[in-house]
């Protein structure tokens, strides 16, 4: 089952056609992600990266918009995790109004590090997979 959550669409979020700027979907998205991570294993993310060091940094984004979100709508937003790889997570996003059509859908990779030396891939932990299984799709 996906995690899901929402939030307004405010002013700074819109270019002048009064649209969600593109770039902001994968700030939405990361905001979204973080939320998910209180979700799945009781933990806020500054936690997992300060407390743990362990950090999951964006490798590979596959994005899709299909409708526009305005100023004032509600973004809905589902993450679920596709696949847990050794040192990776493939994460599916999408962002739907508040009238139910989906706006942007997104597959994007992170990769586990350790906070202390980000470029190298660490396992990723158990007590991360066992969350993590609460939003798994098969």
């Known amino acids: 089952m996906a995690f899901a959550t929402s939030r307004r669409i405010d002013f700074p979020m819109v270019d ?41 940094p964006l490798v590979h984004s596959e994005a899709n918009f299909l409708h526009p979100l305005s100023y004032g709508d509600t973004a809905v937003c589902n993450i ?36 202390d030396s980000i470029k190298d891939k660490i396992l990723v932990p158990e007590w991360v997979r066992t969350g993590l299984s609460k939003i798994i799709v098969k």
């Not at 939405?28 to 407390?51: D, V």
């Open 80 to 115: 679920s995790v596709k696949n847990i790889g050794n040192t990776s997570i493939t994460w599916f996003i999408e962002i739907f109004n508040q009238d139910e059509i989906l706006c942007w859908s997104a597959t994007q990779t992170t990769v586990c590090t350790n906070m």
């Open 16 to 56: 002048l056609a009064g649209i969600v700027y593109y770039p902001r979907f994968w700030d939405l998205a990361h905001r979204f992600y973080e939320e998910s991570w209180e979700y799945t294993c009781n933990i806020h993310y500054n936690e997992l990266l300060q407390k743990h060091r362990i950090g999951f």
